[in-house]
């Protein structure tokens, strides 16, 4: 009872301690709190004092079944019912590994003696041998499931999947770094893929006063040197962009996204040095591109 008594006291220092730490906060909310744990300790009081008394009253039947049959079948049989009182668990443990006694072990000997050190032949442990079982059929399900029948997908299969779907996140995420260029941070695009979608953009657009070469109709010569607001990826983003009006050229930027702006644009660029059929004569000024300083 001592011992339950000293249990009960260490279980309930962290409440107590939380209790004294809620009644140091300042304010309503501190308040509130210590009620709380004073709840939560009182509960715990009344369950811990439940079990208690439990295994009290499990003790007293115990004691009582053994000296009733202390009572009528005198000593010895009472050493036997003692001896034969085995904890649950250990009847477990013997049912699950199926352990030979040591009283026993000479049974199992096997015939192999290597400096003093004996082999017996035990029996593999029930429960290792359950599980080897459902090892071995879950293998069998696993392998039928996922590699020959048309249900599970075969690790090639899902490797393919995730890494289509890495790769739809990845040119989500490319386009939408695309479409954050504007006429500051706009660079020339050169690879293939790229300047054929600025063909096409400019094919859609654009041909109506440039014609599909670039020679210039309406609009200016696309294929000389020569620029009216001036050369390069910047400037011919930001003559897109914004258009000219009073020359009749909308501002695309409205109807364009800024990667299919940037692509356009770095087609125009490949454009220069091409001679196409029937050129307009050029206008505004020789571009020489800026040469980075470094």
Known sequence: MTKSIS????????????AQDAASAGGSGGYNNLGLYLVGAAVMIIAIAAVVTLMRLLDIVVRTKEIEI????????????KESEEPIWTKLYKEATKAVPVSREKEILLDHNYDGIHE?????????????????????????????????QSSEEAYMEEMAVAKASVDAYLEG?????????????????????????FKVNCVVCHTESGG????????????????GIKNIFRTIKYGVPEKGMIAWGAQLRPAE???????????????????KA???????PEESSE
């Open 7 to 18: 249990t009960l006291i260490i279980l309930l220092i962290p409440a107590l301690s939380l």
């Open 177 to 201: 770094r695309a479409d954050a260029v504007d006429e500051n941070s706009v660079t020339q695009l050169t690879d293939e893929q790229s300047i054929s979608d600025g063909q096409f953009i």
């Open 120 to 152: 017996l032949d035990n029996r593999l442990p029930p429960w290792w041998l359950a599980l080897f079982y459902i090892t071995i059929v879950f293998g069998v399900i696993y392998v039928g499931y996922y590699h020959f029948s048309s249900y599970g």
């Open 70 to 81: 202390y009572g009528k079948h005198g000593l010895d049989e009472f050493v036997k019912a």
């Open 261 to 279: 702006m940037q692509k356009v644009a770095s087609y125009i660029m490949t454009l220069e040095g091409t001679n196409p059929p029937n050129p």
């Open 282 to 288: 050029p206008e505004g000024e020789k571009w020489m």
């Open 216 to 231: 210039g109709l309406v609009g200016p010569n696309l294929t000389d040197e020569y620029w009216i607001h001036g050369g």
